[in-house]
């Protein structure tokens, strides 16, 4: 058995520390308010290894953006895993566990908070590859042939649409989404 690498695993915890301190940033003081100096004081990590590791602010704020994006993934994969003999069901699961996950989210928080700074939004928005083109790569090799393109994009969209702008309780969203999937099907 080999050991795991000590320099990989290093890096990986200046990275996530890094990605929680500006996660942490953003949410008190906004887009603006970030800065690698910042960053390398909460997180602990040297200024020149987050160069290093993230680079620019930018890069800072899509990696925090992608790992928040993948933490949402997980919420799909979980639900779909708890009904692998029901494709409906599993999306249920998947949708619920998204909104549930978006309520608590700290950074879509952030992003969504009346008066947000434009860069944060622009770095969801502008390139919409990040999330919504993610979203639905992601989401279509994980049904795979049980669903068509079309319903994984409409499902998706769906419920970013509930999580920027929730107008029901999770409840109800899940509901409207589970009558549009069994309705496609």
Known sequence: MTAPDFYSELRTLRLERGLDAGVEIIADRGWDGLSMTEVAKRSGVPRQSLYKEV?????????VVDREVDRFLEQVRTGLAAHPDSFEDGISAAVRGVLEHGRANVALAAVLRPGHDSGLLALVTVHPD?????????????????????????????????LVQPSVDVDEAVDRIDRVVRGFA
Request: with cysteine.
């Open 55 to 63: 680079g620019t602010k930018d890069d800072l704020g899509r990696a």
């Open 130 to 162: 990040a999330v919504l083109g993610h979203a639905n790569s992601a989401v279509g090799a994980l049904v795979g042939e049980r669903a068509p393109e079309a319903l994984v994009d409409c499902v998706v969209r769906l419920t970013l649409s509930h």
